[in-house]
């Protein structure tokens, strides 16, 4: 195992420099407020490698496809959310030579995350090919306050001269994505302009069309005190900049504190994005670079007190946990419908900043229980507002009647992926869109989303699976062929029993919402009915009809679910018994090799026991988990988690911990060799289910939170911070037993072992 | 059905320009010679829609692969037959005007293929924006007997006009591959070089470093009289010109003969191609047009005295039928065992010129009773010769001990095609090669073939097999999973019958050959068991547990044979009642709809059928071709001939009629509206087989010629040539009966429906 970073509860911290692990700690150092995200570039010039990263949420463009062997069907373009205008950048002349850390000595290197307060502090000494030797510190963050601005303080002191420093803050728009199909760049210059402490540069993205305006302000002390600038613009293509020049003294700080914003044409008339920025600027400024950073530390503080996981005895998964509550919390604030959580975040390009069936799945029950139910609603509001292109999608590959087929990767609802094994057969997402509003409804209570928007999803998913299913006449039951699991080493398989029992339940949940709206607003239901064209006797018919006649693949001798219907024909071999010489799979063997062989990427059948656990037995979840985890290679940072969960379930402690090991640290310490690319942010709340889920045993049954406890053994205790319907509660297991704290709200009933407890405001209960 | 070209015995006509028609008419005039090839593009110059193409065989490029998603395991080239210099063009300045078709008022417009000389002519007036009347002829052909040269008679008559005509013939390199990955150019220049009548450019591929010279020498007539040329050269990177401007007067021609050759590398060492090349021009100009153009009409009577069908009662049958053995006998002469068949040959650049299964399965059988043997042993050897690439490619895939994968596309043996269902999973490939390797020896009794090459080749073919079955434990037999079979409508299956069946026959077929050649020559088989470690205890132990316990899906009820597992399971639906607004299947679906339809794109289960047909009775082959036909949709050009075969061995004359009638002018007439592409030219092998092997019913039985013939009402008769072990015969099918006329070579006895026949040399003898 590999330790990169220093352990410390509160930090990610990292301690001289090493250009090879730059791209690594560019994205675990990443900073973001849900409205835009940076990864760890640094300020002044770098020749050395690093991926640029600047992001502003929701805008994106529609790459053009690249494929090798075009299918029908395929979409057209990739929407990606771009890089945007790096806003960071501030150039540093020492006399003649520019401050470039890959051509410096450098000493002292320190890097610290502080995800208490929420801001990235660097440390370093440079010494220049001329011998000029500076100490610099800068701290910079993404105001959680000021969602759409950002702040950077740089402070540098020469060490071993006098002379002329020429510091250029910039803002520079030429960028590209490394990942663009065709090499183009996406941006285009709209206007810019100069001031002399200041300036901005308004771009519009291709063929979107959105604008965003990226500016700055800045103010320089010498000494702390602020000094009256002397500077000249400088103005290039969709860059501009302004030069200052100061003459520096042996160890006296000179420092700049650099106010940058984006404001995206999504908020605001295109043509007042430069006053409004101009306001925006004038306003953080004014504010000051120290109170803009304690205002940053006291909205953590309120972050972190509804969902701060601590862990005594064990610092380093006490970091782990954090980080990952951090970067959640970092990506998506819930603010806004329009947006959605990347499986990167804003820490890389990869994936394209696009939603995957991830958020429902994975990143749901973590805003569920860490944040107000708005957050979630917004979650299940962004796909209700994609239901148009949703049917317009499962339109163009054949469906009727208002069937729905959410896109398996999207940013506007239009398809972006395009493996035919994946974006046609990969069908399983829209079941978890369906699951989702399950879980929110169950969690909240909210049946009101159910009238207003749920229902009208859910029949559309219904239909969709309705008329994917076809007769067997060979069976005499419905079969549902030619799709992909969430194991995605089995390609075009049928019957996959995740998907075919999945399909059943989005029916069967669909017609006991149709019950429940038909009881809380007929008159809404009825004006449904007739919006959707909505045949309830016929098509609730077939619902039923196909719900009784599913066919689930399953072994009597071994009394498993079977995967699909060919799982038992492969070779049967478990995952220890294969060579390391052959993992990870994906990059050692050819993709027909992966597909004929029994191993699984990831949860299939276990993610539906998981999701339907209370329809199963003990002994039918032990007999398919004893099954199927010894095949599975976790080769998606997704898996994990549903395992830890399930094994806690078996009362198997051991190997929940181990399995919850396996995603704590993925980023930090750069398990799976690719943290470059950007952190693994859905799976990230997986391992927040695996302490709250696996650990803390938390469910809702029938309406109430429950809890089965249990404390890993290596550590002192756990708790966790949930909300529950408007209750806050903390809960605490350790060695003494639990203790469940009422923070917030009204007085709560929860489920212990089984045994309800009532949790009165402001009491604690303590079980031992 | 359209009919665009006019109909004629021996020629393709086209009358009238049609720019729309253009490229369509570029692929179907295109003219070959085994070792270049030529699409219709014009000598002068042409600012329409064209697609050029001249190509030089075996001359390639390695294209970087373009792909949206990569898989571990696929190729990083696509090797591509380039688009070579162009040494066609004469540009033709009026004064002032450039001449060019599409901004000329063209009349008199006719483009005529003459398939019996091998030549190309066209005919047109063309006058000029400012008036100019000319009128042009012009006959080009590649040629037989020089197979490195072409040449070009191009006359003109001013017609109204006395004035300047200035001639340019060149050779343009600076050519690009339409379909090129990354628009990149192929070709570097090496040198270049002009004189006052011709001139040369030496070129050399990126990547593969192929040199090829292309050169010219021209002459100058006025009224058929050799003028002296008063020349200017030009050159600029990669293109050489000799312009010439002469006093035209009305009335009288002006003809230009351009000599052209292409010579290759491959052939000479690249220091001495300039020298080799001038040779030839003046070889060839020394011959001069006229002869060149009678030798051609010679070469191509000899060919057609080996390989015409003569069809009376139906010219555009007759026209059909000699266009599909013209443009195959200009694609391959089996002169040169590294060249292979493109699917498109010389026509188009689609499908990269690379070789398929197409060879094996569909043209070996037309060479076979149309050539002499040493061209399929060609076809045979350039497989050979690739066997190590295969080995490699089977170790790439996971596959051990000597086993061999043969790649789906290839030209110089390594894989270079990009779609895991079709790059790993269309393994059936592997089997066609074995299969032609036993048709070639049931047809020529070579059976020093086996013994040198051939086993070498089976072995490493039945060892792939052997590995790439598992024993299923559910059903205690071999399966084989994972695969695509002919029909491409289906993906990524499990137990493909055509597959399962062809794989168990390799094994069977491998060990017959060893003891053949055991027999045949023990010392020669002992060194090849230690060259290739073979153990054959061991592994044809394996074989026979593997032939006896294979799994071949079959329903009982219906008694027929199952595509594979799965196929009852999907909804039964004929193509009589899909809707025409589907059809294409391939354009009107997304792909997911086509795996999960139980529609084939081309024979799977018919084509084992087709290929074993000795092992089934005629009831099976009835029933199964009854439960197939239907679910057809012959969306290949290569599954309506397997068809037209099979009814026609039913006894169903009329459908095997109708299957026929769909490959015959496939091209002519433009069926699938992809001719501009190019022409199929491995699927003209699919057409002759049609009228050999269906309505001539011919078959090798136990090493004699057998012919089952019935004549389509259609038609008044119909005859082909056939050669067999170095017997050339006519079988000629009429209203009276069979005759059966011996050609040359020694005496030979046939099976006519079933009777032995003795037909002695110079005989014939008629059956009624």
């Known amino acids: 195992m590999k330790q990169y970073f220093k352990v410390d509860e509160w930090k990610i911290i990292e301690e001289g420099f090493d250009p090879h692990h730059h791209k ?23 020749s050395g490698e690093t991926l640029q990263g600047n992001y502003v949420a929701g805008v994106y463009y529609p790459d053009k ?32 030579e520019q401050l470039d850390l890959a051509k410096c000595e450098v000493s002292g290197f320190r890097r610290e995350l502080n995800m208490k307060e929420g801001y990235l502090k660097r440390n370093f000494r440079a010494k220049t090919e001329g011998g000029k030797l500076i100490e610099v510190e800068t701290i910079r963050f993404c105001s959680m306050v000021d969602d759409e601005a950002g702040t950077i303080q740089y402070t540098i002191i020469p060490l071993n001269f006098n002379g002329a420093l020429t510091i250029t803050p910039f803002i520079d728009g030429d960028v590209v994505n490394e990942d663009a199909n065709y090499n183009e760049k996406f941006w285009d210059e709209v206007k810019k302009g100069t001031g002399k402490d200041g300036g901005y540069v308004q771009l519009r993205t291709k063929k979107t069309g959105f604008e965003v305006a990226t500016g700055m302000k800045f103010t320089l002390l ?12 400088v103005e290039r293509e969709k860059y501009i900049a302004v030069k200052v020049v100061l003459e520096a003294a042996q160890g006296k700080p000179v420092t700049i504190i650099k106010y940058a914003a984006n404001l995206s044409s999504q908020n605001y008339k295109a043509e007042e994005l430069i006053e409004k920025l101009q306001e925006t ?68 390009e990869k994936y394209g900043g696009s939603t995957y069936w991830d958020t429902e799945a994975y990143c749901v029950p973590f805003y569920l229980s860490t944040a107000d139910q708005k957050v979630t609603r917004n979650l299940l509001l962004y796909r209700y507002k994609q239901l148009g292109k949703a049917i317009e999608n499962a339109k ?10 959410y896109p398996m990767v999207t940013i506007d609802g239009t398809e972006c992926h395009n493996e035919w094994e994946i974006t046609f057969e990969e069908i399983h997402r829209n079941g978890a869109i369906a699951y989702a509003i ?33 007769w067997s006449g060979e069976r005499k039951k419905y079969v549902m062929l030619g799709v992909t699991g969430p194991n995605e080493y089995e390609n075009n398989i049928n019957n996959n029993w995740y998907t075919n029992t999945l399909a059943a339940w989005c029916m069967e949940y669909t017609m006991e919402v149709i019950e429940k709206v038909k009881l809380a607003d007929q008159a809404k239901y009825a004006a449904l009915v007739n919006k959707i064209q909505f045949n309830e006797e016929q098509e609730t018919a077939k619902y039923k009809d196909i719900i009784q006649n599913m066919h689930y693949p399953y072994d009597e001798q071994l009394q498993v679910f079977l995967q699909q219907d060919g799982y038992l024909d492969k070779e049967q071999v478990l995952v220890k018994d294969l060579p390391m010489a052959y993992r990870p799979l994906n990059q050692k063997w050819s993709w027909d090799r992966i597909l004929r062989s029994c191993f699984i990427k990831q949860a299939d059948v276990l993610q539906g026991l998981y999701f339907f656990e209370d329809r199963y037995d003990i002994e039918t979840i032990r007999r398919n988990f004893d099954f199927y985890e010894p095949r ?49 942010i859905t799976s990230m709340a997986g391992t927040w289910m695996s302490v709250v889920q696996g650990f803390g045993g938390m469910r809702v049954r029938e309406g109430q939170l429950s809890f089965h406890p249990f404390l890993p053994g290596k550590w002192q205790s756990f708790s966790f911070n949930v909300s529950f319907r408007g209750t806050l509660l903390n809960v605490k297991i350790s060695k003494n037993g639990v203790n469940i704290e009422h923070l917030l709200g009204k007085d709560l009933t929860v489920l212990v072992y089984g045994k309800e407890q009532l949790i009165k405001s402001n009491a604690i209960i303590s079980l031992s």
Not at 290 to 310: H, P, R, V
């Open 222 to 233: 010498q000494e702390g005190k602020v000094i009256p600038v002397s500077s000249q613009p």
């Open 24 to 46: 690594i700690a560019e994205s675990v150092f990443s900073l973001g407020n849900g409205r835009m995200g940076q990864r760890a570039n640094f300020e002044e010039a770098y």
């Open 396 to 405: 163009l590959l054949g469906f009727k009647d208002g069937a729905a087929l």
């Open 438 to 470: 399950f879980n929110y409804v169950r969690y909240t209570d909210d049946e009101a989303y159910l009238v207003d928007y749920g229902l009208e999803v859910l029949i559309a998913i219904a239909r969709f699976w309705s008329q994917r299913v076809n």
């Open 632 to 680: 599975t290679v976790h080769e998606s940072s997704l898996s994990p988690c549903v395992h830890a969960i399930l094994a806690a379930k078996l009362g198997d402690e051991a190997r929940a911990y181990e399995f919850y090991l396996r995603t704590a640290r993925l980023d930090i310490d750069n398990y799976n060799n690719d943290t470059q690319d950007g952190c693994h």
């Open 65 to 96: 496809t690249r494929v090798g062997w075009w299918k029908n069907g395929y979409p057209e373009y990739f929407a990606k959310v771009l890089n945007a205008a790096n806003w960071i950048g501030i150039d540093i002349l020492i006399e003649n």
């Open 281 to 348: 600027l004038q306003r953080i400024s004014d504010k000051g670079f120290e109170t803009m950073l304690a205002e940053q530390a006291t909205a953590w503080a309120k972050k972190w007190e509804n969902n701060d996981i601590i862990i005594e005895g064990d610092v380093s998964a006490q970091q782990a946990i954090r980080f990952n509550i951090f970067q959640l919390n970092q990506t998506y604030t819930g603010e806004d419908d329009r947006l959605n959580i990347g499986p990167k975040g804003f820490t890389g």
